[in-house]
C-alpha cells in the first residue's frame, strides 16, 4: 500500500525557517517524481514545488523561488521541503504527492503550516 | 500561468442523477488534466488521469472526457458517497494550476 506521511509541521514566525518532511512506503521511491502541494480555504490548492526522481530537476511557484528548497533522499525513501523567509501567506496545509507519467495519484495526510507572530 | 475556470462552483443533485463539472483552461492543455475528489479533512483522491482515464479502484459511474481547453467530468448517478469537493488539476506546464473546486451535495 502507497503511503506518504508528512512531518514537521507547526506555528512558526514571520523571517523563520521550517522543514517539512515526506516518508514514503509501499512504492519504489526512486522511480517517481515528488511534489509539494498546498491548501488553504481562501486560495484553495496551490502546487509548490517538484522534484525529478534523482533530484536533479527541481520546479517552484514563483513565489517560492529563493525561500523554499525541494530535496529528495532516495536512500531514506523521503522528501523534503525546506522552506525559509516564512510569511503570513505561506500558511497552509501542506501535502506531499506522488506523480509518475500523467498523473499525481498519491497524497499524504497533509500537515498544517502556521505563520504567524 | 495557464489559468484553470471550474464550473459550477456548487452543485446540489438527487440520488441517481447524472452530474458534470466542466474545466476550462486558458490554452492548450494537450489533455494533461486530472479530476480529485476531497472529502472534509481528507487529502485528494485522483479520479480520472490523462482526461480520461480511470483511476484504479475508482467507479465507473464517473468518467473524464475533453481535449484542448475543455474538459469534463461526469458522474452517472450521484451516490450519498459522491458528496465531496471536486478539483481539477492541469500538468502541462509548471506552474500546475488547479480548478476553483466544485462542492457537491446530495439533494
Known amino acids: 500500500e502507497v503511503q506518504l506521511v508528512e512531518s514537521g509541521g507547526g506555528l512558526v514566525q514571520p523571517g523563520r525557517s521550517l522543514k517539512l518532511s515526506c516518508a514514503a512506503s509501499?512504492?519504489?521511491?526512486?522511480?517517481?517524481?515528488m511534489a509539494w502541494v498546498r491548501q488553504t480555504p481562501t486560495k484553495g490548492l496551490e502546487w509548490v514545488a517538484s522534484i525529478s526522481t534523482g533530484g536533479g530537476n527541481t520546479y517552484y511557484r514563483d513565489s517560492v523561488k529563493g525561500r523554499f528548497t525541494i530535496s529528495r533522499d532516495n536512500a531514506k525513501n523521503t522528501q523534503y521541503l525546506q522552506m525559509d523567509s516564512l510569511r503570513s501567506e505561506d500558511t497552509a496545509t501542506y501535502y506531499c504527492a506522488r506523480h509518475g507519467g500523467l498523473r499525481v495519484d498519491y497524497w499524504g495526510q497533509g500537515v498544517m503550516v502556521t505563520v504567524s507572530s | 500561468d495557464i489559468q484553470m475556470t471550474q464550473s459550477p462552483a456548487s452543485l446540489s443533485a438527487s440520488l441517481g442523477e447524472t452530474v458534470s463539472i466542466e474545466c476550462l483552461a486558458s490554452?492548450?492543455?494537450?489533455?494533461?488534466l486530472a479530476w480529485y475528489q476531497q472529502k472534509p479533512g481528507k487529502s485528494p483522491q485522483l479520479l480520472i488521469y490523462a482526461a480520461n482515464r480511470l483511476q484504479d479502484g475508482v467507479p465507473s459511474r464517473f468518467s473524464g472526457s475533453g481535449s484542448g481547453t475543455q474538459y469534463s467530468l461526469k458522474i452517472s448517478g450521484m451516490q450519498p458517497e459522491d458528496e465531496g469537493d471536486y478539483f481539477c488539476l492541469q500538468g502541462s506546464k509548471f506552474p500546475w494550476t488547479f480548478g476553483g473546486g466544485t462542492k457537491l451535495e446530495l439533494k
Open positions: 490554452e492548450d492543455i494537450y489533455s494533461y
Open positions: 509501499g512504492f519504489t521511491f526512486s522511480n517517481y517524481g
